[in-house]
């Protein structure tokens, strides 16, 4: 077990070097001028040459690396060009709140699609099945932001039980914290509800079919027993792939769903740094997505050990 983890992690490594020479090119190859990207044609000759040297710009392009990379290594991501603040303080006040949401998305996302999946491969082809996949197409159909402002005329304006807008850390209060963060959960979680449900369906309906399901059977044992128990965990690894990878996209594409409930989390911070051409916040907020994917790829695989033993034996 210890030998796979480590070979899970040594394999990591070139990816997160390929993508950090990538974020370090975007700003240096890109056309023209980085400084006058950044400041736009009304800067001056003055502050076009402060940007440079701030930047280091005026060094060669392997010191330049060299000097970035060391940053990144210890800790330190630059300074904000707008706020003149450390991007590395500006990443961690908005964090919380999208791993907040992101963590409530996924739980919910598990709650609900494997069950559905399940029953929907136990009554194969019968009423429930079709009104899974149906509920399905509708989620995968219809954008995130129109199921959030779904939700919030239905559940804020009409019935009331929620807030229209905004966040509460779970410092303030679990039930605070959890009054608001349901709706934007459940906007978010929509489309990986319906995605999880029909991997989790189709790899049931495999499991199923299986000589050891039909023993089971015969043994007398109880049908939770056999599907939960026995044919869920044979079919767990393609769903766990797409939970994994569900969170990864959840973290790194909730720029939507924080928009619609006025959440400040990553995703807005995004969307203030590209229209300032924030080029620090930007190349830092690139490398902690890149990150997190490969994190949670990381997991994947190691939960792929612990669910199947033929895995970890290898």
């Keep these: ?118 029953l929907a491969a136990w009554q194969h082809g019968k009423l429930v099945d079709r009104a899974v996949m149906v509920f399905s197409v509708v989620c995968f159909s219809v954008p995130i932001f129109v199921i959030g402002y779904i939700l919030i005329g239905t559940f804020a304006v009409r019935m009331n039980w929620f807030p229209v807008q905004g966040y509460r850390p779970i410092s303030a209060g679990f039930g605070q914290f959890a009054h608001r963060v349901i709706l934007p959960a459940l906007a978010l979680a929509s489309i990986y509800i319906a995605l999880v449900a029909r991997m989790t369906r189709a790899s049931m309906l495999e499991v199923l079919r299986e000589d050891y399901v039909r023993t089971a059977r015969a043994k007398g044992l109880a049908e939770y027993t056999v599907l939960f128990r026995h044919a869920l965990r044979n079919a767990a690894i393609p769903i766990l792939t797409v939970i994994g990878t569900g969170f990864a996209m959840m973290v790194s594409g909730v720029v939507v769903t924080e928009t619609v409930f006025n959440v400040p989390g990553l995703g807005r911070l995004v969307v203030d740094a590209v229209l300032a051409r924030d080029y620090p916040l930007i190349q830092a907020i690139i490398l902690l997505t890149a990150g997190t994917y490969v994190v949670i790829n990381l997991l994947v695989d190691l939960s792929y050990a612990i669910t199947d033993p033929r895995i970890r034996y290898q």
Excluded: C, K
């Design 1 to 118: 077990m210890i030998s796979y983890f480590l070979r899970r992690v040594l394999a990591s490594l070139p990816v997160m070097l390929f993508v950090a020479v990538f974020v370090f090119l975007l700003l240096r190859l890109a056309p023209g001028d980085p400084a006058q990207m950044i400041l736009g044609d009304q800067a001056t000759p003055e502050q076009i040459a402060a940007i440079r040297e701030h930047l280091g710009l005026n060094d060669t392009l392997s010191r330049q690396f060299i000097h970035w990379i060391s940053s990144v290594l210890s800790g330190d991501f630059g300074t904000s060009l707008i706020s003149d603040r450390p991007v590395i303080e500006m990443i961690g006040q908005r964090l919380e709140p999208t791993l907040a949401l992101a963590l409530v998305a996924i739980a919910l996302t598990v709650l609900i699609s494997v069950p559905l999946g399940v």
